[in-house]
C-alpha cells in the first residue's frame, strides 16, 4: 500500500509513513474523501510549505561576437509544497538548445528556514533539446524529480529528497 500523502510504498503495519510521518488510514472507512484530500494538503503544507525551490539562472551578452556569461543568480521557482506527483511546473527560463553530445548541469537550491542545500545535477540528453526549459514535480515519498526539455521531449535528473 501507498502513503496517501506523499505515495510512498509503506507496509500495513506502519502506524506512520517512514518517510513523511503521515498516519497510516488503513480500516478507516468512513473518512470522506473530500476530508482525506483537506488532512493530506494541511499536512503536505506543513512538510513542504517553508522550502523554497531554488534554480541557477545564468545571462548572457553578446560581446566582440561571442556570447559571454554575465551573471549568474538564484531565482525562486515555487514553494515545495506547490509541486505535484509527476505534474510539471516549468520555470520560465528558456535556453536555445541543449546538444545531446554534452553534459549538461543544472544547479538547484532548497532553501529552508534552518537549512540550505545545494545541489548540482547533471544530464546527458540523448538527443538534442531545443526551446527547453528546467522543471520541477513531485516524485514518491516528497522527493524532487528535475526536468529537462518540455511537455513532449524531456529528460529526468536525478531525484533529490525534500525531507
Ligand atoms: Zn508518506
Not at 513542504?48 to 538564484?74: F, H, M, N, P
Not at 527560463?93 to 542545500?117: A, G, H, Q, T, Y
Not at 522543471?135 to 529528497?161: P, Q
Request: aromatic share 6%; glycine share 4%; with cysteine.
Amino acid at each position: 500500500m501507498k502513503c496517501k500523502c506523499c505515495n510512498k510504498e509503506i507496509s500495513a503495519e506502519d502506524a506512520v509513513c517512514s518517510v513523511c510521518g503521515f498516519p497510516n488510514l488503513k480500516g478507516v472507512d468512513d473518512i470522506s474523501s473530500d476530508v482525506l484530500q483537506n488532512m493530506v494538503k494541511e499536512y503536505k503544507d506543513k512538510k513542504l510549505g517553508c522550502i523554497r525551490v531554488e534554480l541557477l539562472t545564468y545571462d548572457y551578452i553578446i560581446e566582440k561576437g561571442k556570447v559571454v556569461e554575465q551573471s549568474a543568480d538564484y531565482v525562486t521557482v515555487c514553494s515545495a509544497n506547490e509541486l505535484k506527483l509527476q505534474k510539471i511546473l516549468w520555470s520560465d527560463m528558456v535556453f536555445e538548445e541543449v546538444p545531446s553530445d554534452r553534459m549538461f548541469k543544472v544547479c538547484i537550491r532548497l532553501v529552508s528556514p534552518d537549512n540550505e542545500n545545494t545541489v548540482t545535477l547533471d544530464a546527458e540528453p540523448e538527443r538534442a533539446i531545443s526551446h527547453g526549459r528546467v522543471g520541477f514535480c513531485l516524485d514518491d515519498g516528497f522527493r524532487l524529480l528535475t526536468a529537462v526539455g518540455n511537455d513532449s521531449n524531456k529528460i529526468y535528473l536525478e531525484a533529490v529528497s525534500l525531507i
